[in-house]
């Protein structure tokens, strides 16, 4: 788009459901997803429900897939195989601060709790100033029209600014949605971007990990 700079994004960190969901159109837009990604795609591990639909599509396209994945979930091949590399890790919040590192953009496709807690973890980061990055929805068959709505409703009752509230994206397919996170451009809170946070003491492993993928 003409005036509208565009970043580099090589990889997409992908939330989704453990299910495939009650609409076979959840599982066709997964795959189709998997299809309009970049070369590499990080996503939470295994094989199974979206996860496993997004994941498969990314690596029979030969581009590389990184599962991040706690140790817990790997016991009697809980969730399955996982597409690629996979890289395992104690706890839940070790996987969203590896995944917020070794990621350019987020996307959330239909899911449940587990889906939602790492979207909002990722806006919330974003609101901090820990990280800069593109955060979007694919509302598919309008999954996330009441998410979007609640979201709406709280920045009416002064809860989120306007300003946090462009940090989420939507759009209802998977090249739209793509294509608005490489022209998203950070606005940043005046306040809250002076804040000092802690270089991550995985520092050293992000690099190295960078690199392997």
């Known amino acids: 788009m003409e005036g509208v700079s565009v970043r580099k994004i090589k990889k997409i ?21 998997g299809e309009v990604l970049g070369k ?6 295994g094989k199974l429900g979206l996860m496993g639909c997004v994941s498969t599509a990314v690596a029979q396209h030969e581009r590389q897939v990184l599962g991040i994945i706690p140790s817990a979930f790997t016991v009697n091949n809980l969730v399955g195989e996982t597409c690629g ?14 995944m917020m590192e070794l990621s350019d953009a987020f996307i959330a496709l239909p899911g449940g709790f587990g889906t939602l807690e790492e979207l909002f973890q990722m806006i919330s980061w974003a609101q901090l100033s820990i990280h800069n990055k593109p955060i979007g ?5 309008g999954f996330f029209n009441g998410l979007l709505s609640f979201v709406d409703h709280a920045v009416k009752q002064e809860f989120i600014t306007p300003r946090a509230r462009k940090i989420l994206i939507s759009a209802t397919t998977a090249d739209e949605l793509v294509d608005k996170l490489q022209a998203f451009r950070f606005e940043s809170d005046p306040a809250l971007s002076k804040l000092k946070w802690s270089p991550s003491s995985s520092q050293k492993e992000k690099l190295d990990l960078t690199l392997r993928l």
């Open 13 to 33: 960190c992908v939330f989704c459901g453990a299910n495939s969901g009650k609409d076979v159109a959840f599982v066709n837009a997964a795959f189709h997803l």
């Open 85 to 98: 590399k996979e890289i395992k890790v104690a706890t839940i919040q070790e996987r969203l601060v590896m």
């Open 40 to 45: 590499r795609m990080v996503y939470g591990g």
């Open 137 to 141: 929805v694919l509302n598919i068959n």
